[in-house]
């Protein structure tokens, strides 16, 4: 349990360090303010057309008396939405951080050279075009099984009392695992650690990946709340890689070596 304190420490600390350094935070801002315009414009789109699209797929029941005509489709068009929704939620993290590839990783080299004892950041050595193309790659495999834990867990959803209940909290630990390794893939691609190590890594730590990743999936349910606290997040991510893979900070060796000059 200690771990999940630790997790929401690392994510703290990451909007801390955004606010000491003003110019890197306004940078980070950009591809989230991006992403959000294109998905309010998609989300728009579906509320405007979304019974269209509905009707259209379902010419079956055109001839149905009324009210199931359009009690159906309604119901159809407000899961089409939720699944939107959810769908917008889940990846709103993947499709900032391909936008916002080159911002994110200056930033996060920023805060690596910050924390390091020798004040350096480790590089991946690729051509940016080959660096977004492994970042793109990687972020639709992880994609493809956020899809299916959340078909899984809208199913489940229509369960009575457990579907009310249990199954929302799941999925706020579901996505606040998937949040935290696009958002941890930033530091660890550069370290040149590919996707099922990075998985493997992160599920050791699942408890220290929860306290990190589902408070922040909570706060990304509202989009304008994800595009303010994404450069932060992406900087506590570097830090709890760093931690993950057991890298020395520079505080830690200050206070080791004024441990020594005390003894």
Not at 89 to 96: G, R, S
Not at 149 to 165: A, H, K, R
Not at 223 to 248: I, N, Q
Request: net charge negative; hydrophobic share 50%.
């Amino acid at each position: 349990m200690r771990d999940l304190g630790v997790g929401f420490g690392y994510l703290v600390q990451g909007q801390r360090w955004v606010a000491r350094h003003g110019k890197q935070y306004g940078f980070g801002l950009i591809p989230g303010l991006i992403t959000l315009v294109l998905y309010v414009a998609a989300l728009a789109s579906l509320i405007l057309w979304g019974g269209d699209l509905v009707s259209w797929a379902t010419p079956f029941a055109d001839d149905w008396s009324s009210p199931w005509q359009g009690l159906f489709r309604g119901f159809l068009t407000v899961v089409l939405f939720a699944l939107a929704l959810l769908l917008a939620v889940l990846t709103f993290t993947a499709v900032t951080l391909l936008i916002g590839q080159p911002f994110y990783e200056s930033l996060s080299e920023s805060v690596d050279r910050d924390v390091s004892p020798d004040g350096t950041a480790p590089e991946s050595g690729l051509p940016l075009w080959r660096d977004l193309l492994v970042s793109a790659r990687d972020s639709l495999r992880v994609l493809a099984r956020a899809l299916l834990w959340s078909v899984l867990l809208f199913g489940l959803g229509f369960l009575p009392f457990v579907g009310q209940t249990v199954v929302p909290v799941i999925g706020f630990f579901v996505t606040g695992f998937f949040l935290t390794e696009e958002l941890t893939a930033v530091a660890l691609q550069r370290r040149g650690v590919e996707l099922r190590a990075r998985l493997a890594l992160l599920r050791s730590r699942k408890t220290l990946v929860w306290g990190f990743g589902t408070p922040l999936g909570i706060a990304f349910l509202v989009p304008v709340v994800a595009v303010f606290l994404m450069p932060g997040a992406v900087a506590g991510a570097t830090l709890m890689s760093r931690h993950l893979l057991e890298e020395e900070n520079k505080a830690e060796t200050e206070a080791d070596d004024a441990e020594v000059g005390v003894s």
